[in-house]
């Protein structure tokens, strides 16, 4: 998508490690046109799905992923990353290594907000090695709904974790997907 893509090469800046920094219109500050124009363009694709829930993670899936519900009308549920004091009930629960702060983490999600009668559409900010979308498929398949598909705004697709999803037969929407970002040049997928 053009408007991503072309804040991507004016605002991203791209950090050792192969990590990209948005915080100038997605991660920090959030540039309300780019993430509307996406979360339109995320429901042209699965507007036909049936979506009935979108799950994110916090924090930063979550701008995106409720931009995204109004499209769909429904409501957006999203992971913690630990057990805090205003969680209880019964929990879903998924261990992921963060790509970010590199360490093991644990996201919990309420059963009583996900269960068997709901397609989920999972939506997050990036997908690098897929470790934080896989635990989140996980927490679909413990609830029993059927997943709709997962769509991310940004796909490093030289971290392989967007390909492994279309191998395993997930229905994976990236908006932009980046194939390198060697010597701080992007270079997006045609
Ligand atoms: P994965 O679990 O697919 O390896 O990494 C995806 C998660 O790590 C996302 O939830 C995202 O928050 C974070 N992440 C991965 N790569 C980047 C990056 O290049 N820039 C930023 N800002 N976050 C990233």
Redesign the pocket.
């Known amino acids: 998508m053009e408007i991503l893509e072309r804040a991507i090469l004016e605002k991203g800046k791209v950090l050792n490690g192969?990590?990209?920094?948005?915080?100038a219109f997605?991660?920090n500050q959030i540039d309300v046109n780019i993430i509307s124009a996406m979360g339109k363009d995320i429901y042209e694709k699965f507007k036909d799905c049936g979506v009935t829930k979108i799950l994110t993670?916090e924090a930063?899936?979550i701008a995106i992923a409720v931009i995204t519900a109004q499209f769909f009308n429904c409501d957006t549920v999203f992971a913690k990353k630990s057990k805090t004091i205003n969680v209880d009930g019964e929990l879903y629960s998924a261990k992921?290594?963060?790509?970010?702060h590199k360490n093991e983490n644990t996201l919990i999600v309420p059963k009583e907000y996900l269960d068997k009668n709901d397609t989920v559409l999972i939506i997050?900010?990036?997908?690098?090695?897929?470790?934080?979308?896989n635990a989140l498929i996980d927490i679909v398949k413990q609830s029993g709904a059927t997943l709709a598909g997962v769509s991310v705004a940004?796909e490093?697709g030289f971290?392989g974790?967007g390909d492994e999803l279309r191998k395993k037969g997930v229905n994976l929407y990236s908006i932009a997907v980046i194939d390198s970002m060697e010597n701080g040049q992007v270079v997006f997928r045609k």
Not at 18 to 23: D, I, N, R, S
Not at 96 to 100: A, P
């Open positions: 192969g990590v990209l920094k948005v915080g997605l991660n993670v930063s899936g992921y290594f963060s790509f970010t997050d900010d990036f997908l690098a090695h897929g470790e934080a979308v940004i490093k971290q974790g």
